[in-house]
């Protein structure tokens, strides 16, 4: 079983659509649940953090969180084609020496 | 100001030869990272250090050694290499709080292509 699991997708949404992407993982010590944005060619950038069970908005992006479950999701209301990149979800753990632990990433595609 | 450079951003070489990426970073963080990432988009630790300490060593060949020789850089040389080393390696770094996991948002170099034929 893979540490950190994602779709690797490509989902696709017509614009103006939610997106919803999902991650689920194996340690339940995990701490600490980021989505990062990859556009093709570059680096990956932090667009939402979460610690605590719930929901976490921050403009157009949701992240929620469910510990019990160890499941991560991120959703992106109003997509823009702009959206269109590879999101990874990344898990890290107590004590681990700031090991982030990344999953495989899901290609959104954002159809206008 | 770039907060975490790298370079050279292209390598080409042949099997068996020796290269190296070099990091810094600019941000006073007291953490750096290097990442692989295969054609697949994986993105997968391989080395940290915290203040020129080697706090992660995963599952690494012996033929990639890191070096730290102060906090802001972070260098990676890589002896004899082989076709499967064809990768990106991004270099990362990040404030630790000691003995806190909770923060460190990792700031990302553009990366490095490193391709071995």
């Known amino acids: 079983q893979k540490e950190v699991e994602q779709n690797s997708g490509p989902l696709s949404v017509p614009e103006g659509a939610i997106a919803s992407l999902n991650c689920t993982y194996s340690?339940?010590?995990?701490?600490?649940f980021f989505w990062y944005r990859q556009y093709s060619g570059k680096s990956p950038e932090l667009i939402m953090f979460?610690?605590?069970?719930g929901d976490k908005e921050d403009g157009r992006f949701t992240a929620q969180l469910n510990k019990a479950s160890q499941y991560v999701s991120l959703l992106i209301r109003d997509s823009q084609p702009s959206d269109s990149a590879t999101y990874l979800c990344?898990?890290?753990?107590?004590?681990?020496?700031?090991?982030?632990?990344f999953g495989q990433g899901t290609e959104l595609s954002v159809k206008p | 100001d770039t907060a975490v450079s790298q370079t050279p951003k292209y390598l080409v070489t042949q099997m068996g030869n020796d290269k190296s990426i070099k990091c810094e970073q600019n941000?006073?963080?007291?953490?750096m990272y290097w990442y692989k990432q295969d054609s697949k988009k994986f993105l997968k630790i391989m080395f940290s250090?915290?203040?020129?300490?080697?706090?992660i060593n995963e599952t690494v060949p012996n033929r990639f050694s890191p070096k730290s020789p102060d906090k802001a850089h972070l260098n990676l040389h890589i002896n004899s290499l082989e076709l499967g080393d064809s990768a990106v390696y991004f270099c990362?770094?990040?404030?630790?709080?000691?003995?806190?996991?909770?923060?460190?948002?990792?700031?990302f170099g553009e990366g490095s292509r490193l391709t071995v034929l």
């Open positions: 250090y915290n203040n020129k300490e080697l706090i």
């Open positions: 941000l006073g963080h007291d953490t």
């Open positions: 979460i610690y605590s069970n």
């Open positions: 990362a770094s990040s404030q630790e709080t000691a003995g806190l996991a909770r923060t460190g948002e990792l700031f």
């Open positions: 990344a898990v890290r753990g107590y004590n681990q020496g700031g090991k982030l632990i």
């Open positions: 340690d339940r010590g995990s701490q600490s």
